[in-house]
């Protein structure tokens, strides 16, 4: 699995405003120190929408809802960039209702997707193909977003 240098990647770094749906190379650092290697792991991704997908400037992409670029240009995305990698999704849905948490915080979709491991997730995320072709489209969709690495209880 390769690194991505601090040169290569668009990431943020400790001291700058941080972007709240940005996958940054600390986190990734910081899971992979913390998931023991080689188990499966579940990632669990909350997901607000924009009402418009919100594209950085000189990224030619039509317009469209923040959940439309998701679904019809993210996912897509990402699954070709997954192809022949352990992989699968477990669970996509709406939030129908927040029963704990802060008043008027509001999810409109989670999704539970299991990995074969961490290093099998951060191979696709960790690379320069993602960064330029994928993620921009997760990050013209979504407003505000979660993503927790889990385990399987034993």
Not at 41 to 55: D, F, G, Q
Not at 77 to 89: D, T, V
């Amino acid at each position: 699995m390769g690194s991505v240098s601090a040169q290569s990647a668009p990431l943020e770094t400790a001291g700058s405003p941080m972007n709240p749906i940005e996958i940054t190379l600390q986190a990734l650092d910081a899971a992979e120190r913390a998931i023991p290697p080689g188990q499966p792991v579940y990632m669990l991704n909350l997901l607000r929408y924009r009402a418009y997908a919100r594209y950085e400037d000189g990224f030619d992409a039509a317009p469209c809802s923040g959940r439309e670029a998701f679904h019809e240009r993210y996912r897509p995305a990402f699954r070709r960039l997954a192809a022949g990698k352990p992989l699968a999704r477990m669970f996509s849905g709406p939030v129908l209702a927040s029963l704990v948490g802060p008043q008027g915080e509001r999810r409109d979709e989670a999704a539970i997707n299991e990995y074969g491991d961490f290093a099998a997730f951060r191979s696709i995320v960790d690379t320069e193909t993602y960064r330029r072709e994928v993620a921009p489209h997760r990050h013209a969709a979504l407003e505000d977003f979660r993503l927790f690495a889990l385990a399987k209880a034993m």
